[in-house]
């Protein structure tokens, strides 16, 4: 009988244990070296001109708890001094007033405000701030917690004029394509 119930506690304290191993939060910090926030802008000509760019620097957290990925916090500051593109003149371009005015406004932030299960995926909302504009934003997900990590891969669109960078309107195109990976480890 002393062996049953030695067993039987031994076992409760093994799953106890495992189970608050499982629960417990899990932070990765986020930066260029396992995150990619990239864009594609396109301008209105014939054929239709399309630049590729994204952001070198950027500092950031994701954090969840257990494997719970609806409990995931996400906050991110971008340099936007580091914004680059596939062609000089366009970079430069996209850091003047017309634009980012990233003199007057040097940085872009999102945080996470709400997760939720959408399928086999997510949707992610949150408020980015960038040229002096807050807006709320939604946009699916692709999300796998493991080991403590992050990956997740995301393509949406935004409107630029909703950050009122509005430059070129009727030969800039409004949206802004976005490619967001995170590969980041514990």
Request: glycine share 6%; proline share 3%.
């Amino acid at each position: 009988m002393c062996r049953i119930l030695g067993f039987t506690a031994i076992a409760m304290i093994t799953l106890a244990g495992f189970a608050a191993a499982r629960d417990q939060p899990a932070e990765v910090k986020l930066s260029a070296d396992n995150t990619k926030i990239e864009f594609q802008c396109s301008k209105m000509t014939n054929p239709v001109v399309t630049h590729v760019g994204g952001f070198k620097k950027f500092t950031g957290t994701a954090s969840y708890q257990g494997n719970d990925l609806t409990t995931l916090k996400i906050k991110v500051d971008i340099d936007l001094n580091t914004l680059f593109t596939d062609e000089p003149k366009v970079t430069s371009h996209l850091k003047t007033p017309d634009f980012f005015d990233t003199k007057t406004y040097p940085t872009a932030k999102f945080e996470s405000t709400k997760v939720e299960k959408d399928g086999a995926d997510y949707k992610l909302t949150g408020k980015l701030t960038m040229h002096g504009k807050t807006k709320e934003v939604t946009f699916p997900a692709k999300l796998e917690a493991k080991d403590g990590g992050l990956n997740l891969t995301s393509k949406f669109k935004i409107n630029r004029h909703d950050w009122a960078i509005s430059y070129g309107k009727g030969f800039v195109i409004d949206d802004v394509s976005m490619d967001v990976t995170v590969n980041a480890k514990k």
